[in-house]
Protein backbone atom coordinates (compact mmCIF):
# COMPACT_ATOMS: atom_id res chain seq x y z
CA UNK A 1 0.00 0.00 0.00
CA UNK A 2 1.08 3.05 -0.71
CA UNK A 3 1.27 6.29 2.28
CA UNK A 4 -1.93 8.05 0.56
CA UNK A 5 -3.91 4.53 0.58
CA UNK A 6 -2.97 3.84 4.02
CA UNK A 7 -4.27 7.66 4.81
CA UNK A 8 -7.40 6.75 3.13
CA UNK A 9 -7.90 3.90 4.91
CA UNK A 10 -8.12 5.61 8.33
CA UNK A 11 -6.42 2.47 9.84
CA UNK A 12 -2.92 3.90 11.45
CA UNK A 13 -0.93 5.05 13.84
CA UNK A 14 0.86 8.56 13.84
CA UNK A 15 3.76 8.70 15.27
CA UNK A 16 5.24 12.37 15.84
CA UNK A 17 9.63 11.75 16.17
CA UNK A 18 10.48 15.46 17.03
CA UNK A 19 11.39 16.69 20.46
CA UNK A 20 8.60 18.10 22.83
CA UNK A 21 9.90 21.48 22.35
CA UNK A 22 9.08 21.56 19.01
CA UNK A 23 5.32 20.30 19.29
CA UNK A 24 5.21 23.12 21.55
CA UNK A 25 6.26 25.62 18.82
CA UNK A 26 5.61 24.33 15.71
CA UNK A 27 2.28 22.90 16.33
CA UNK A 28 0.97 19.23 16.06
CA UNK A 29 -1.14 16.58 14.70
CA UNK A 30 -4.33 15.58 16.79
CA UNK A 31 -3.68 12.12 17.73
CA UNK A 32 -0.19 11.45 16.60
CA UNK A 33 2.10 9.65 19.75
CA UNK A 34 5.05 11.69 20.11
CA UNK A 35 7.99 9.52 20.39
CA UNK A 36 11.33 11.93 19.64
CA UNK A 37 13.95 10.02 17.67
CA UNK A 38 16.47 9.69 20.02
CA UNK A 39 13.85 7.21 21.98
CA UNK A 40 13.07 4.80 19.02
CA UNK A 41 15.32 2.65 19.94
CA UNK A 42 14.89 2.34 23.69
CA UNK A 43 10.69 2.33 22.85
CA UNK A 44 11.28 -0.36 19.85
CA UNK A 45 9.29 -3.11 21.36
CA UNK A 46 6.49 -0.44 22.10
CA UNK A 47 6.04 0.28 18.75
CA UNK A 48 6.55 -3.04 16.83
CA UNK A 49 3.77 -3.98 18.97
CA UNK A 50 1.23 -1.71 16.82
CA UNK A 51 -0.51 -4.09 15.30
CA UNK A 52 -2.05 -1.29 12.07
CA UNK A 53 0.63 0.63 9.52
CA UNK A 54 2.81 2.95 11.01
CA UNK A 55 3.66 6.35 10.16
CA UNK A 56 6.85 8.28 11.13
CA UNK A 57 6.92 12.05 10.29
CA UNK A 58 8.86 15.09 12.25
CA UNK A 59 9.60 18.42 10.50
CA UNK A 60 11.04 17.52 7.36
CA UNK A 61 10.83 13.77 6.86
CA UNK A 62 14.67 13.36 7.42
CA UNK A 63 14.42 12.34 11.08
CA UNK A 64 11.13 9.92 10.70
CA UNK A 65 13.57 8.29 7.67
CA UNK A 66 16.13 7.29 10.37
CA UNK A 67 13.37 5.96 12.61
CA UNK A 68 11.72 3.99 9.66
CA UNK A 69 14.97 2.20 8.52
CA UNK A 70 16.24 1.64 12.37
CA UNK A 71 12.62 0.16 12.84
CA UNK A 72 12.39 -1.70 9.56
CA UNK A 73 15.90 -3.22 10.60
CA UNK A 74 14.30 -4.24 13.57
CA UNK A 75 10.79 -6.08 12.05
CA UNK A 76 8.66 -3.41 11.36
CA UNK A 77 6.31 -4.51 8.25
CA UNK A 78 4.23 -2.07 7.73
CA UNK A 79 5.99 1.26 8.10
CA UNK A 80 5.96 4.84 6.35
CA UNK A 81 7.70 8.09 6.44
CA UNK A 82 5.19 10.66 6.45
CA UNK A 83 7.44 13.04 6.12
CA UNK A 84 7.05 16.83 7.52
CA UNK A 85 4.29 17.23 9.65
CA UNK A 86 2.68 20.46 7.88
CA UNK A 87 2.67 18.42 4.50
CA UNK A 88 1.35 15.24 6.56
CA UNK A 89 -1.64 17.35 8.26
CA UNK A 90 -2.58 19.00 5.17
CA UNK A 91 -2.51 15.15 3.44
CA UNK A 92 -4.70 13.92 6.25
CA UNK A 93 -7.13 16.80 6.36
CA UNK A 94 -7.60 16.69 2.30
CA UNK A 95 -7.84 12.57 2.63
CA UNK A 96 -10.20 12.43 5.14
CA UNK A 97 -11.71 16.23 5.75
CA UNK A 98 -10.64 15.89 9.49
CA UNK A 99 -8.62 17.53 11.89
Known amino acids: MSLSEV ?4 NYELIDVREPM ?3 MDGNIEGAQNIPLG ?3 DRKEE ?5 KPVILFCRS ?7 LD ?3 SQGLKDGYNGGGWAELK ?3 EANQGTF
Do not use: M, Q
Request: aromatic share 4%; net charge negative; hydrophobic share 40%.
Open 7 to 10: IKSG
Open 22 to 24: ELE
Open 39 to 41: EVE
Open 47 to 51: ILSIE
Open 61 to 67: GNRSGKA
Open 70 to 72: FLE
Open 90 to 92: ANL
